[in-house]
């Protein structure tokens, strides 16, 4: 259990960093600092949204090793700039608990249509051990960097995305945006 704890402290510390973002709605604006610098936090001024999403479904490529149901749930928080972070919790495709902490980006397509979009991020993983480590290379004791793509589309605060992991299969997602600024 290690590895959750681990996990619930970096998900404790993404919710504590988000309370002046959830509050800021309900807050009376403050008057003017008289100084030239901003008395504000840099992370309330930085998200835009936080958008919570999890896995529809996996499509593996062919591969008799896998075992068990995959299972995603991530939290995001973005820019209106398109820049996002965040940590996506996961059941390997060895039915091991892991984590995929990230930075990105994201880039509307209109010639595909209002709300289509393509992101790509990059960060890290945690989770393949034991016998499954050469699974991803490089790997440390179960750290890996890992970079994903996704192509998908979004209505309001309603999302779809299909994500390419790499040679490995296609996750199906689905997410809403929990807080807009």
């Known amino acids: 259990m290690p590895n959750l704890s681990r996990t619930?402290?970096?998900?404790?510390?993404?919710?504590?960093?988000?309370?002046?973002?959830?509050?800021?709605?309900?807050?009376?604006?403050?008057?003017?600092?008289?100084?030239?610098?901003?008395?504000?936090?840099?992370?309330?001024?930085?998200?835009?949204?936080?958008?919570?999403?999890?896995?529809?479904?996996t499509?593996?490529?062919d591969s008799e090793e896998y075992k068990g149901t995959p299972w995603l749930g991530g939290?995001?928080?973005?820019?209106?700039?398109?820049?996002?972070?965040?940590?996506?919790?996961?059941?390997?495709?060895?039915d091991q608990f892991s984590q995929y902490y990230y930075y990105g980006y994201k880039w509307k397509l209109p010639f595909l249509g209002e709300g289509a979009h393509v992101k790509l991020t990059g960060g890290f993983i945690y989770g393949y051990v034991d016998e499954f480590e050469d699974k991803l290379s490089p790997n440390w004791d179960g750290w890996a960097p890992a970079?994903?793509?996704?192509?998908?589309?979004?209505?309001?605060?309603?999302?779809?995305?299909v994500a390419l992991l790499g040679d490995a299969g296609l996750m199906f997602t689905i997410g809403y945006d929990i807080w807009e600024r």
């Open 147 to 161: 970079i994903i793509p996704s192509l998908g589309w979004k209505k309001d605060r309603f999302g779809v995305d």
């Open 75 to 94: 939290i995001e928080v973005s820019r209106e700039d398109r820049h996002r972070f965040g940590i996506a919790l996961f059941n390997n495709s060895y």
């Open 8 to 57: 619930l402290v970096v998900v404790a510390a993404l919710l504590w960093l988000s309370t002046p973002l959830l509050a800021a709605e309900t807050e009376e604006p403050a008057e003017p600092a008289k100084s030239t610098e901003s008395t504000e936090s840099g992370f309330t001024n930085w998200a835009d949204t936080v958008y919570l999403q999890g896995g529809l479904g």
């Open 59 to 61: 499509h593996w490529s």
